[in-house]
């Protein structure tokens, strides 16, 4: 990757390998800034715990370790102790990174994370293989230091708009990049530009949103930044219509690769991350990534998910194997995608059942295959790095409920690491922060390569 500015002034340090992919899904309901729910209303960033869903996730849990209904009893309840031992002593330690050695740790078996990534993660191949700087460890840096900056956000209920885990991969990839100009398309009640503003104190902001954030104070809090050009309200642009040579010249920007956008605008992003690649820019984040089958609009998770990538392509044989594991899946995760969710006529499975979604679900299109296909070749071709966010912290940390961990990357706090979730001081955060997990990604781009 290269960083738009990093190095030594970092506080935190680079090295090499990386985390790679995760998982998701959300559900919006609305579309523009025109009432108090606005455009974001995504529930899957706002539900509480499902107690039901947590009690059965639980005890399926249990039933790796204890399968055996017809096997002795006694034979059950020996292994009940020694994972109720195993446990106790864990929990105590305080162990880093969530990298493979780290991972045989729970109960010395392959435990309570070993259904991450159970149905493969799609992702998309840059041109060169290269991956970002930042490690595992960084990662955990990072979580040690946002923490307490989260817990003193002016928006405490952001319904609709970024919960925890995403709030903290804007805050490090911002913070990491350090870019001379941040753009934001998709503004709501300010949760994210808040969340810019604490990664970078100084550098300015342009946010654009159908609907100024100061529009919320009156029914209660949002935040308005100082330093940012807001195109909102009368003055909304979409990012597509903007005129980013003279926009940049009025900023004084002169290197255009130092500017950093982030999306969470619900738009189609085949169609932002082409507008952003004609106006010059390399370094995107976009918010909801969503997974094959989820989301309102057509996402990188979702063009990449092709059958030459470990995890893409699907089968729509109702009596096939994933439709089997995906109808235990939908038992336990709320947004856990069956194969009746998953295929539309035709079998078509690619997009959401061969639809390629829009601006929040408004305007859709129905694509081939063939075009399915072409498009994954295209962002393939852009693309110089792509990165998901992987969830903060396994299930049995967060008790989150909803995204499915078969379509998730391993977390940064992997299950079972209790101490280290305590330590780091994720356990005084409300468990409903941790619900609104679609894969964040960061996508660095250039010009095609002829
Ligand atoms: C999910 S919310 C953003 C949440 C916000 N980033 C946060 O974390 O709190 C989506 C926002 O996009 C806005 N929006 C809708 N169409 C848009 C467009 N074409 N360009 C920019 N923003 C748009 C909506 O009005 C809404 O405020």
Known sequence: MHPLAHGPQNPITATTKMLDRALSSRRVTSHLDDSDTDASADDSKTKKQNLSLLASNYLSRLSHFCFCPTASFLLCLLLALVLITSLAFHSRSFVCVSDHGSRVGFFGLDGLDSDFGLLGVPWCRSKHGKTVQWTSKDLLKGLEEFVPVYETRPIKNNMYGMGFDHSFGLWFIAKWLKPVLMIESGVFKGHST????QAMPDTPIISLSPRHPGKYLKKGP?????NCTYFAGKDFVDFGNVDWKSMMKKHGI?????????FDDHQNELKRVKQALNAGFRHLVFEDNYDTGTGDHYSLRQICDQSYIRGGGHSCFRDGDEARVRSKRKLFWEKAVDIHELCGPNEAWWGVKGWMRDNFNHSNKPISYA???QNSRFIESTLDVYWELPPVAGPSLTHQTRYDPARASSPIVEDGRYGLFQRLGLGRLEASVFNGYTQMVYIEISERES
Not at 194 to 197: E, N
């Open 371 to 373: 075009e399915h296909f």
């Open 222 to 226: 949002a935040y308005v930044a100082g």
């Open 194 to 197: 808040w969340v810019l503003r």
């Open 254 to 262: 002169t290197d255009i690769s130092r500017v950093l956008i982030f």
